[in-house]
């Protein structure tokens, strides 16, 4: 990416669309572009190493995170988690468990529904991927000083608690 071509576009808009410019497009593009390309880095290399899709390892994570000792959720909890459809979330679970990364089990408190629990090989392959996904992430990082980091990262949080 030119960020010289990315700064003269901001500059452009400012000078021709000067009703509808704000400093704020000056951080939010640049965010908007790095949480692309992290975004789209990370799941070329989760697909590639791991044959797994993005949404296949939110689930995955989900049931590590909020799933208990056993990594176990009901449909309707990941659904609540990760905001996908109930069709989605069955297509996804299927591909899940056809490679044996979750099985679906009896729910004792409804009969009528099956629990998703997360399997030794889903657990030790989602904490490969989460690790290869995170160490690529940090790459994007490694350019700031040790304070710069605890500067954005409070910067980010301010923001977020601010329009939360």
Known sequence: MNIELLKEGIALHKKNSPKTYKDS??????????????????????????????????????????????????????YDRL??????????????VSKDYIIRIDNSEDKRSKLVKLTSKGRALFDMALKEAISYESGYF?????????????ILFKILENND
């Open 83 to 96: 905001v996908f459809s109930s069709g989605g979330m069955t297509k996804i679970l299927k591909k899940l």
């Open 142 to 154: 490694e350019c700031l000083e040790k304070e710069e980091k605890e500067n954005l990262e409070k």
């Open 25 to 78: 497009i000056n951080m939010s593009v640049p965010l908007f572009v790095i949480h692309k390309k992290i975004i789209t880095g990370a799941e070329e290399i989760i697909k590639k190493e791991y044959d797994l899709t993005n949404s296949e390892l939110d689930v995955l994570a989900s049931l590590v995170i909020g799933g208990g000792s056993e990594c176990i959720l009901s449909p309707t909890a990941l």
